[in-house]
């Protein structure tokens, strides 16, 4: 378990190719950096999630989004100014290199979550494969302990980062077309919120 304090520790382990649980500004989420395959192949283990199920990058910021996708649309980018940081991942399309280590194909769930330490973070390692701390289909955890429960002698998982309880609700998931936008799973941003910003 690393302390608030410890980011050091976390990103020394991140950078070393080791699963780390982190608190996001919804729920406790499992990551690995993109950079390192192996260690994405290790998260899909540890969640025994299907590698078909792509998983979603966290980024530092719409700088990092751009270097990574293929192209960005004004409605996109009108999108991420308006409600990143947040509970928003956004479908972008990206190169199938990058979509393959993530379980995708030509596109990338992204986010930038609205919490200041986690995007220190983030600055410091590069993009984060990331998805909630549970095993696949179950209840995503809201504290550090739960999640040390929920993956007691799971070898994938090399450490948490604990920074107290979190209580968000899960990100709204969505893709920009040329028509609109297609909502592909509700959360914390209402329908509403989100067609408001188009």
Partial sequence: MFSPEESNGVVAALTAGMVVALPTDTVYGVGALVAIPSAVRQLFTL?????????PVLVADIADV??????LSEREIRMMEALWPGPLTMVISTS???????????????RIPNSPALRELLRRTGPVAMTSANEHGEAPCNTAEQVAAVFAGRQELRGVWNRGERRGEVSTVLRVTDDGVEILREGALSRETVLSVL
């Avoid at 969640?47 to 078909?52: D, I």
């Avoid at 751009?66 to 192209?71: D, F, H, P, Q, T």
């Avoid at 290199?97 to 993530?102: G, K, M, Q, T, Y």
Wanted: charged residues 25%; hydrophobic residues 45%.
């Fill in 96 to 110: 199938n290199a990058l979509a393959s280590i993530v379980g995708g194909v030509d596109e990338v769930g992204f």
């Fill in 66 to 71: 751009r270097r990574l996708a293929m192209s």
């Fill in 47 to 55: 969640k025994r999630r299907p590698e078909t199920v792509a998983l």
